[in-house]
């Protein structure tokens, strides 16, 4: 063979390459994980470990049946009296498509109606599930955890609460509207339901966003840095399957923010069995992170 054409690839020269370019290449599919599983896997462990607790599928049965008979009592009325209308609003005419529209705007609406009356009791419901999920895997560790107040849940200004709103309207799509909003929220849906973690080890706000963000960002600024929507982020990638699986029409909103509670605790117990957040074993942080963690406990980690 001619010299300009022999081709000799060493792993070893390409691997060390790259680090010192400081490259990566995010993958859907990542193979190590920080806290030893993939952070995606929990919202649907969450479903089997939910229907093989009898005290957790008690809870999510309660709340879900009169979720489910709520939500179908709204879909009802709205189909009866304002899916007509709001097709002759489309068009006077009424083609099929406004008649395909109007029915996908009675669910959005139905989903928002329900969501708003059932908001208190799935709030208590979810902050009961994670703290007795936690139980039940050993790691809730009574006298240095503490359970998250409903008040602080039902902050409605939640992380990224305007990127969520504009992008809402996404969920009327089918599925790929879903999945799509899903994605754009993914890391702040997924720093949302492990809010309740962190507040239970009393977790400094600017340490979350470390953990978070791998950084000490505000919102705005996560929301414009690429690495926020990385897929290698553990928060993305389970907030991702969370927001999606909520994304479902009547059962979204209805069951799966139960189950999703169930999935953060499964998710706080691997961090446990990890000996803590990676935040407060970085040393970079030192020994002041843990020192934070306790004594600012009481700050807020919500803006």
Not at 166 to 188: C, D, E, R
Request: charged share 20%; proline share 5%; glycine share 6%.
């Amino acid at each position: 063979q001619h010299p300009k054409f022999k081709i000799h690839l060493d792993p070893l020269k390409i691997s060390q390459s790259n680090r010192n370019n400081n490259t990566t290449m995010p993958s859907i599919i990542k193979w190590s994980h920080t806290y030893g599983h993939d952070p995606i896997r929990y919202p649907i462990k969450a479903v089997y470990y939910t229907l093989s607790h009898p005290a957790l599928w008690r809870v999510v049965g309660r709340v879900a049946c009169m979720g489910c008979t709520l939500a179908f009592a709204i879909l009802a009325i709205l189909l009866s009296v304002a899916l007509k209308p709001q097709a002759e609003l489309i068009h006077p005419e009424t083609p099929w498509w406004a008649w395909l529209i109007a029915v996908l705007l009675v669910l959005f609406e139905s989903a928002i109606c329900t969501g708003l009356l059932l908001i208190v009791t799935q709030s208590k419901a979810q902050t009961k599930l994670f703290v007795e999920t936690m139980r039940m895997e050993g790691q809730w560790k009574e006298g240095e955890m503490k359970a998250q107040s409903t008040m602080k849940d039902l902050n409605m200004i939640k992380k990224a609460f305007f990127v969520r709103m504009l992008t809402f309207p996404l969920q009327i799509i089918p599925v790929v509207g879903g999945a799509v909003y899903s994605a754009i929220n993914a890391t702040f849906t997924g720093w949302d339901y492990m809010d309740r973690y962190f507040d239970a080890i009393q977790l400094p706000s600017r340490l979350q966003r470390v953990e978070v963000f791998g950084a000490d960002k505000s919102d705005c600024s996560a929301l414009l840095h690429r690495s926020t929507y990385d897929a290698d982020n553990e928060y993305a990638r389970f907030g991702f399957m969370v927001g999606f699986l909520e994304s479902i029409p009547i059962v979204g909103f209805v069951l799966f923010p139960l189950t999703n509670a169930v999935a953060a605790a499964l998710f706080a117990c691997d961090i446990e069995k990890a000996g803590g957040l990676a935040c407060l074993k970085d040393s970079g942080e030192g020994s002041s992170a843990k020192s934070d963690a306790k004594s600012g406990g009481k700050s807020s980690a919500k803006s």
